[in-house]
């Protein structure tokens, strides 16, 4: 089976590969009904899973949280225990943590590590 590669779903993955704030659903929609109007909030969050399915884009999924989407490339992210921002980090991604042996078929692997930004930090000093 080919996959068809629409307009709107092309829209969609050129926004998610160029954003660097992780969007949830609700945000990609705000965004993509800018370029087409008529876009259906139900066919953006469709191409939203069908493109997370087939690991065009990444789906981030943290609990108590709404769903994220980001580019599909190997890399690590932080989020802030304080201000609960989700953000990349600048960190070597570690294949080898595909090898080793626990008895099950390893397909890949997502690190989100929990922090205290920047930002917060600054905020906690004053």
């Known amino acids: 089976m080919q ?3 629409t307009i709107q779903k092309q829209v969609i993955l050129d926004y998610i590969n160029h954003s660097k704030n992780h969007p949830t659903a609700e945000e990609v929609y705000f ?3 800018k370029k087409i109007p008529n876009i259906s ?3 953006v969050f469709r191409n939203l899973l069908t493109m997370a399915n087939e690991n065009q ?3 981030i999924d943290l609990a108590n949280k709404a769903v994220r989407y980001d580019k599909y490339d190997n ?3 932080a989020t802030c225990i304080s201000c609960k921002e989700l953000f990349d ?3 070597e991604y570690r294949s080898d943590l595909d090898k080793v042996e626990i008895g099950h078929e390893i397909l890949g692997h997502d690190v989100i ?3 205290i930004c920047k930002n917060c930090k600054g905020e906690s000093k004053k």
Do not use: G, S
């Open 89 to 91: 980090l600048d960190l």
């Open 31 to 33: 965004e993509i009904v």
């Open 75 to 77: 890399h690590y992210h």
């Open 57 to 59: 884009i990444k789906k």
């Open 113 to 115: 590590y929990k922090v």
């Open 41 to 43: 909030k139900a066919t």
């Open 3 to 5: 996959k068809r590669n």
